[in-house]
């Protein structure tokens, strides 16, 4: 786990054949109101549980755990993170915590191949993402965690409940997997997911002052050249309808 700036920490993702995501622990270390953003692919969660540890931080500093979207390269290793922080809250935006408390696992999965796939590998029993959700995020509140303000933006495209993290006044966005570094940007082809919506998405980004992007996967970027998400949106404009 590194410290990207104050109250902002970064643990990186450990990709197998199926990637794992990356995740942020925000707060300011004495606020006693941390949150995770993420979690991670199955079997993912111990190490990241240790990152944590090893940095000196406190489990009982965790308040809650925020999903920038369930696919399940994010939300895998949520029971095994939470069996170490049972108190902490689990916040979702609306569209997929109801998909998450049907136990409706069509988003998590984002293909039917691929879920047969991964339930075989990972002896994984049908319902076994369904979750009671704390809180349901709309897009659009204004969070006021752990000694700092956090924007939540309602980003859909890449699943129909991502969300994007947005602290002002830093100036750090935390998008999930809308938008990356090099150009890249999120798959728009799974369950829920909207070429279209997803330009949209990207045009509310890029109206927003960035300087640090913490993406769900590949490398984080701290001095982000001006106009960089609004340039990845024109690149990819074409596709996205
Ligand atoms: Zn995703
Ligand atoms: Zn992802």
Known sequence: MTQVTEGV?????????????????????????????????????????????????????????????????HIGCLAEIREQIPWAELWVHDTEADLLEKGD?????????????????????????????????????????????????????????????????????????VVYADYAIGRFDLHGANGSELKNSLLQLAKLDVNILLPGHNRIVTELPAGYIAETAKQWAPYLT
């Open 9 to 73: 920490y970064f643990i990186q993702g450990q990709d197998e054949m199926i990637p794992d995501s990356h995740i942020y622990v925000v707060g300011k270390p004495d606020s006693q109101d941390l949150s995770i953003i993420d979690a991670g692919l199955m079997g993912k969660g111990s190490y990241k549980i240790q990152s944590i540890l090893n940095m000196g931080i406190e489990l009982k500093a965790i308040a809650r755990i925020i999903m920038t979207h369930t696919h399940l390269d």
């Open 105 to 177: 696992e069509r988003t998590v999965y984002g293909m039917e191949m691929f879920q047969n796939m991964c339930m075989m590998q990972y002896s994984l029993k049908p319902g076994a993402f369904t979750f009671y959700v704390d809180r349901r995020l709309q897009g659009g509140e204004s969070l006021d965690i752990g000694g700092m303000t956090w924007e939540v933006l309602h980003i859909p495209g890449h699943s129909p409940g991502s969300i994007g993290l947005y602290n002002r006044m830093e100036k750090i966005l935390i998008p999930g997997d």
